[in-house]
């Protein structure tokens, strides 16, 4: 008996990790974005960087989500993704990732930084072709109307 209960602790314990880890699991409170070091080495970008800040995922964090609560809409992400340098899956962050915010406002009104903010968009739109049609026709809508 003494066994069955140790193994079952165990299983438990490591179900409980794997739930945490996980995109989906239950994310921790989400520390305020801090102002970027005006000495702090940026990405190669050609977005405008003037107030852009720095913001450290946690567990629960996606891109995506990020996006929605820093900028009101989930469909900047590649944005962040431009800023922060990431060039793999950006569905593949992990907890402890430091992301480059931009300052979306500053970008969105120059003229020539709000095009490459709508080429990003729609850039990123194109690898959901074959995923799913909806997302990419939602952010080819939303990169539209900016």
């Known amino acids: 008996m003494k066994k069955f209960l140790c193994t079952l602790l165990t299983a438990l ?3 409980a990790v794997l739930a945490v880890v996980s995109c989906g ?3 921790a409170p989400a520390p305020a ?5 005006a000495s702090a080495p940026a990405a190669a970008t050609d977005l405008i960087m003037d107030g852009a800040r720095y913001y450290t995922t946690v567990g629960g964090d996606c891109l995506s989500s990020v996006a929605e609560r820093e900028y009101g809409n989930k469909y ?3 944005i962040i993704q431009r800023a922060s340098g990431i060039t793999t899956n950006p569905d ?3 907890s402890g990732l430091r992301l ?3 300052d ?3 970008n969105l ?3 020539g930084a709000k095009a490459r903010v709508k080429q990003y968009i729609t850039a990123a739109a194109a690898s959901y072709d074959n995923r799913n049609s909806s997302v990419a026709a939602e952010m080819r809508n939303f990169a539209n109307g900016l």
Not at 33 to 37: C, S, Y
């Open 100 to 102: 480059t915010l931009v």
């Open 25 to 27: 699991g239950a994310p």
């Open 33 to 37: 974005a801090a102002p970027a070091p």
């Open 13 to 15: 314990a490591v179900l």
């Open 104 to 106: 979306i406002r500053r």
């Open 109 to 111: 009104a120059d003229a």
């Open 92 to 94: 593949l962050i992990y």
């Open 76 to 78: 900047y992400f590649p």
